[in-house]
């Protein structure tokens, strides 16, 4: 058993404000943090207006960070707390670009993860992601990412789930109301911990305005919301959790993952 120390950082960034945005989420992330999740496009805000202005702020995540990019602060930032960083940025990789999670651990080493299921207007913006659900090893446990839109997909949970995934990890932009209560569900069919860490304010740069509702959270294999804040704040969401072994036996006779009939679903 190992208990971490986890945080769902919540922001209000200005779009395309990139050092402040930064600056500002790195500063709400508290002291002693295991791991730590900040939101979708952290660093540049949500709303892009066309391709041409996504490709000025996206950033390569394939290679070593640019002097002064969001990806070099978060490698500065988890080398000097010792914590595990993810969160969300745009990707550029050659003429493509993707709405992506990075994960930085302390020793400089990152993985990434690329939203599958985009949301509405992202579709006219990024390419689907193709690199799958996979799962990393981190802070001595396994986690997986998913972004956003993911949620309302149980495939995705259940996929990072079934990899072997312990936490799940969801830098969000989320503007519809349902998701937090659905991560609760999310935990429970899965028996996973989840780490949802959403914005808060408005963006209106397309003529329609967008509210995003907040309430980043930790939340319990059993659906307990262990941490979380309110739809307007901007601050840290604190829990400390326990990593254990769990061989997914819900009841003495049933087991989450074995008692799972494949060739009854419908493909």
Not at 22 to 32: K, N, R, S, W
Not at 79 to 101: H, P, W, Y
Request: aromatic letters at 8%; glycine letters at 8%.
């Amino acid at each position: 058993m190992k208990n971490l120390k986890i945080a769902a950082v919540q922001t209000a960034p200005v779009f395309g404000d990139l050092r402040a945005n930064v600056e500002t989420a790195l500063d709400l992330i508290p002291g002693g943090m295991d791991l730590v999740v900040l939101p979708e496009l952290f660093s540049t805000g949500y709303q892009f207006r066309d391709r041409d202005e996504l490709a000025r702020y996206a950033e390569d995540l394939g290679g070593d960070p640019d002097p002064g990019s969001a990806l070099a602060r978060l490698t500065e930032t988890a080398a000097g707390t010792g914590a595990v960083l993810i969160a969300g940025l745009a990707e550029r990789d050659g003429d493509k670009f993707f709405n992506s999670a990075v994960l930085v651990r302390p020793d400089g080493s990152r993985e990434s993860y690329r939203k599958v299921h985009l949301f509405m207007d992202e579709k006219s913006l990024f390419e689907p992601g193709d690199l799958g659900f996979p799962v990393f090893e981190a802070c001595g446990t396994t986690v997986g990412m998913m972004i956003c839109f993911d949620w309302i997909f149980p495939e995705a949970a259940r996929s990072l789930a079934l990899a072997g995934a312990e936490i799940l990890c969801h830098p969000s932009n989320l503007l519809l109301p349902w998701c937090q209560a659905a991560m609760v569900t999310r935990c429970q069919e899965n028996m996973v911990h989840a780490v949802t860490a959403n914005r808060v304010g408005t963006e209106n740069r397309t003529g329609q305005e967008l509210v995003f509702s907040g309430r980043s959270q930790v939340v319990s294999p059993m659906g307990q919301r262990l941490a979380g804040l309110d739809p307007i704040e901007t601050g840290a969401a604190v829990a400390e959790i326990k990593i254990m072994e769990r061989d997914k036996q819900f009841t003495p006779r049933n087991h989450l993952f074995d008692d799972r009939r494949p060739e009854a679903y419908r493909s």
